[in-house]
């Protein structure tokens, strides 16, 4: 499978606690970026990444949240001290050009 | 601002046509998607139009108009699984910044 991954593809946490999500873009692919997505509603945008650095963060990205991509391969969002509001699917995508391929997204619960 | 409006549901009959509307009024424009997702899956990419005109691909073909601010995607021979939502989503794209803005999506329910 030559996709986006995403790891784990389901997570339950409690309130207040760290969760860290992780994504494999495709592998040539140099940008990467993060959305987040509620029932019923298309994704949010949350970060943007052009090999490693991170040009853009969106408002959304609390300062709860941060994502990295240290080696312009895999990346990770972290989200700490979680709240229920944050319960939603990550979604990770990657681009070569201008068409973004996403991957299965990760699901997050908070209790 | 930014605001992207699509209906919020459709249906239809298997083997008919659809047309699902997008408008648009962004900031900034370098290309619209089109995108289905099906429940609890990740969206897939079925469309790009960056310049105004009709592009087709198989059953499904989609229309920008920039002046306008206007984009369709139009399904042909409908088939149960089509049955998904569809999103709409612009491209916002300059030296800092490249991102998707997508519409809320449209629920399409195929009928027998």
């Known amino acids: 499978d030559t996709g986006v991954s995403q790891n784990p593809r389901h997570k339950i946490t409690k309130r207040g606690q760290n969760v860290t999500f992780r994504c494999d873009p495709i592998?040539?692919?140099?940008?990467l970026y993060w959305y987040r997505q509620t029932l019923g509603q298309g994704p949010e945008f949350l970060t943007y990444f052009q090999n490693e650095a991170q040009l853009e963060k969106s408002r959304l990205l609390s300062d709860r949240f941060s994502a990295e991509r240290p080696k312009g391969s895999f990346s990770t969002l972290e989200i700490q001290r979680t709240e229920q509001g944050d319960s939603a699917m990550y979604l990770c995508?990657?681009?070569?050009?201008?068409?973004?391929?996403f991957g299965p997204g990760t699901r997050l619960l908070v209790l | 601002g930014q605001n992207i409006d699509q209906p919020t549901e459709m249906t239809a009959t298997e083997g008919a046509i659809v047309q699902i509307n997008c408008t648009y009024q962004?900031?900034?424009?370098?290309?619209l998607f089109w995108y289905q997702q099906h429940a609890g899956e990740a969206p897939t990419f079925l469309s790009y139009?960056?310049?105004?005109g009709l592009e087709e691909k198989g059953r499904f073909s989609s229309f920008l108009s920039r002046s306008k601010g206007y984009s369709y995607l139009l399904l042909k021979e409908l088939q149960m699984k089509d049955s998904a939502s569809y999103l709409c989503?612009?491209?916002?794209?300059?030296?800092?910044?490249?991102?998707?803005?997508f519409g809320t999506g449209t629920r399409l329910q195929v009928f027998p």
């Open positions: 139009n960056v310049l105004d």
């Open positions: 592998s040539e692919h140099n940008r």
């Open positions: 962004t900031s900034g424009f370098n290309g």
């Open positions: 995508a990657s681009s070569f050009s201008e068409t973004q391929y």
């Open positions: 989503a612009v491209r916002s794209r300059s030296y800092n910044t490249d991102k998707l803005i």
